[in-house]
């Protein structure tokens, strides 16, 4: 079993920057893959990036390439996800995923409870 929790989320305006963390307990972090996810009201949960076990490569989804960097840190058993450049489309609960896979599926094993991300215009 793992459990994540996230942190970080908040508000910010529309330019600024946020940093999300998901610290995790239980079973050996570092032999998960780990990826983060994000609703929207009234949307579906998309994808957002992933990170592999090692943290040698990542993914990310075409609307934040480019402004978001998700990284991990295998010794605090924590990944994080640094936002620059927010908009106010990047408005969502922002959830932590932990999977077996190589990388994040869409059906991850494990989910965080989520954390709330506001962008003011």
């Known amino acids: 079993q793992v459990q994540l929790v996230e942190s970080g989320g908040g508000l910010v305006q529309a330019g600024g920057s946020l940093k999300l963390s998901c610290a995790a307990s239980?079973?050996?972090?570092?032999?998960?893959?780990m990826g983060w996810f994000r609703q929207a009201p009234g949307k579906e949960r998309e994808f957002v990036a992933t990170?592999?076990?090692?943290?040698?490569?990542?993914y990310y989804a075409d609307s934040v390439k480019g402004r978001f960097t998700i990284s991990r840190d295998n010794a605090k058993n924590t990944v994080y996800l640094q936002m620059n450049s927010l908009k106010p489309e990047d408005t969502a609960v922002y959830y932590c995923a932990a999977d077996r896979a190589a990388v994040v599926t869409i059906t991850p094993n494990y989910w965080g409870q989520g954390t709330q991300v506001t962008v003011s215009s």
């Open positions: 239980g079973r050996t972090f570092s032999a998960y893959a």
């Open positions: 990170i592999t076990w090692s943290g040698s490569s990542t």
